[in-house]
């Protein structure tokens, strides 16, 4: 039967020494035989066990879980549950670099629209990303009352026309002008602006607010802070 040195089967599974004497150290590969002169002799069962304590390495399972597997009699009833344990961790690692990365992506491109860059800007998008997501979700409830107001509003006017009874589009107008107040102010009280001078976020009066010139992102108002009137980026902001 073949023995090898430390240095031997280090090379035959493309570890270092160092590696080697480590897993010696910690009882996880212990050589078979020691010579007189105390020179450690691995067997061909060590180098397979070698090169399993390397695979499991590999998929990053911790030493002390691949000991505790090791010593086990039947190491085979416990290895595919840590093998799902480490696919686990794995996904959600990979999930989050996935996240990091869209952000980083999401930031290259706002910087991109960045006219006049400087560090207040930094603060002004990382305010924009982390809103994003509620103001999606405040944008979502308003397209869904404007669907229920228009289906209101054209199936009351259908009626009307089909049966010559205006009473349910008269009391559906008034139901659509009610939804059509309450969700300016549910949104106008869900949002904010950032100043592009002064980088204060503010809320504008709803009147300013709702006759303001404005793009998808942004609004014309005057800053209440420095009174700087222009476009605002637009920022979920809900009042308390």
Same mark, same amino acid.
């Given at each position: 039967m073949s023995k090898y040195t430390t240095g031997e089967i280090a090379r035959l599974c493309g570890v270092s020494v160092r590696t080697v004497q480590y897993y010696d150290s910690r009882n996880i590969l212990?050589?078979?035989?020691?010579?007189?002169g105390?020179?450690?002799?691995?067997?061909?069962?060590d180098l397979k066990r070698m090169k399993i304590i390397c695979f499991l390495r590999e998929l990053d399972l911790p030493i002390n879980s691949i000991g505790e597997l090791l010593s086990e009699?039947?190491?085979e009833n416990v290895i595919s549950l840590l093998l799902d344990e480490q696919e686990k961790a794995l996904h959600a690692e990979i999930q989050e670099r996935q996240r990091r990365l869209d952000k980083l992506e999401e930031l290259k491109q706002t910087l991109q629209r960045v006219e006049h860059f400087s560090i207040e800007?930094?603060?002004? %998008?990382?305010? !924009?990303m982390e809103s994003k997501k509620k103001l999606r979700k405040?944008?979502? %409830?308003?397209? !869904?009352a404007g669907i229920l107001m228009d289906i209101i509003e054209m199936g009351t006017l259908i009626l009307w026309v089909l049966t010559g009874i205006w009473l349910p589009f008269a009391a559906g107008m008034c139901a659509v002008i009610a939804m059509g107040v309450w969700i300016s102010s549910f949104y106008f009280r869900s949002v904010a602006y950032i100043c592009p001078k002064c980088h204060v976020a503010f809320k504008p009066a709803f009147k300013q607010a709702f006759w303001a010139g404005h793009t998808p992102n942004t609004r014309k108002?005057?800053?209440t802070a420095c009174g700087h009137r222009g476009f605002c980026v637009e920022i979920y902001g809900r009042e308390a």
């Open positions: 212990v050589p078979s035989e020691l010579t007189e105390g020179r450690r002799l691995y067997s061909e069962d009699k039947h190491p800007s930094i603060g002004d %998008i990382a305010h !924009i405040v944008r979502f %409830i308003m397209i !869904i108002l005057t800053c």
